[in-house]
């Protein structure tokens, strides 16, 4: 044979390959088995080791998003979404039921003097009322000075804790002030009230 890009003949002899031929076909030889044996390595082993490290848990992908554990990072919290989502809506709940304040419906009678007489004209209707709710409400439209007493036989509709003036509010939020019952004499900077509770939710603010 020749070698191309030349015009000199290269006549092999016919004694066979020499030894510094012969070691170059070895060399080759060897470097493409080494060569094969490490593409095959590392193609089969460690590409494969490198998916099955990279590859999602099947558990995990047939499970819907809000029911997988949290993953942050490389830790994976055990809490879903979902529980997680759960647990705030239930804390919100409960942190509402602690710090909201206390309601009630009631009505009132006000006779806008100090008096110990107005006092003790109280403390006979009182009696004559006799816990009667409709008997209240007339008592209230005929002699409260108080404008909810003509307009709505007393009532004061429902109001929160802390809306009344110090003295009445005490008396209505008071748990052992009954309800339908009617309360007082109850002096305030207004004058003296006759009360009658219609409703109150037992909710108490957490400074209380």
């Not at 082993?45 to 998916?51: D, F, G, I, T």
Request: hydrophobic share 40%; with cysteine; glycine share 8%.
């Amino acid at each position: 044979p020749y070698s191309s890009g030349t015009d000199h003949c290269h006549c092999s002899t016919s004694q066979g390959p020499t030894q510094s031929s012969l070691a170059t076909v070895l060399l080759n030889m060897i470097q493409r088995k080494a060569f094969s044996r490490l593409a095959s390595a590392f193609s089969f082993s460690a590409l494969s080791n490198l998916a099955s490290a990279q590859a999602p848990d099947a558990d995990l992908l047939g499970k819907p998003f809000l029911m997988r554990n949290i993953a942050v990072g490389d830790v994976t919290l055990p809490v879903s979404p979902a529980t997680a989502i759960l647990f705030l809506i239930a804390a919100a709940v409960l942190f509402r039921g602690v710090t909201q304040s206390a309601s009630a419906t009631a009505r009132h009678i006000l006779i806008d003097d100090h008096s110990e007489e107005t006092k003790q004209r109280l403390v006979k209707m009182k009696g004559e009322i006799n816990n009667d709710k409709q008997k209240f409400a007339a008592c209230a439209k005929k002699y409260s000075k108080c404008p909810s007493g003509k307009a709505a036989g007393g009532s004061l509709g429902k109001f929160g804790q802390g809306s009344m003036v110090p003295p009445f509010d005490r008396v209505v939020f008071d748990p052992k002030t009954k309800i339908g019952v009617v309360i007082g004499p109850v002096h305030t900077g207004f004058g003296w009230h006759l009360i009658l509770i219609e409703e109150r939710d037992e909710l108490r603010h957490y400074k209380d």
